[in-house]
């Protein structure tokens, strides 16, 4: 089904503002800019809604054009078409999530027969571990302890086949954002809002 953006816009406003959602997104940064939503192209919706809410604590808003996952600072929208392809070597490699207890949220995820792709000590000892969901979805998980949320996005990484300083550099001239050196990869500084 084909809907005018103005009506999709419509819609989400009424829909987001008429009732609370129980996690909202992040307020903006000085230049306006915020982390909203990404879509996700899938094959079995009802597989990836059990995902978003059972295991990263996501609440369900059904829009006409897709089922839409509410989470803490972004909303995962699910599109019932198959993916081109899975998100390892597309421009958007995978996405990251911050979690309370990355060994306790392992164990959930393989009791449910899903698979991780690899587990590894991240800045400060902390577990770190790339989950493949279906259709071929990266998501790496870190720990954060002190998080009163199952789960909360945290970065994306975008990957292009030109320089990426000259993205990196885009994003932070236009985004107002400040560049900082990741710890495990020291020679390659990313941006930060």
Known sequence: MYCQPKIVM??????????????????????????????????DVEAHTRIWTEHFGGRVVDLEMFRTISLPNTIIMLNDRAPTGGTAGSSLNHFGFSVPDVAAFLTR???????????????????????????????????????????IP????????????????WFADDSQWSLVNVATIPSRPMCQA
């Open 109 to 151: 995820w393989r009791t449910s027969g899903l698979e991780v792709e690899s587990e590894f000590e991240g800045p400060g000892g902390l577990p770190q571990a790339f989950l493949l969901l279906p259709d071929g979805i990266r998501v790496e998980l870190d720990q954060v302890p002190s998080l009163d949320v199952p789960a």
């Open 154 to 169: 945290y970065h994306v990484h975008i990957y292009t086949g030109g320089d990426p300083s000259e993205l990196r550099d």
């Open 10 to 43: 419509a819609i989400l406003v009424a829909l987001f503002s008429a009732t609370p959602l129980s996690a909202q997104l992040a307020a903006p940064n000085s230049a306006g800019v915020s982390w909203g939503h990404i879509h996700l192209n899938v094959t």
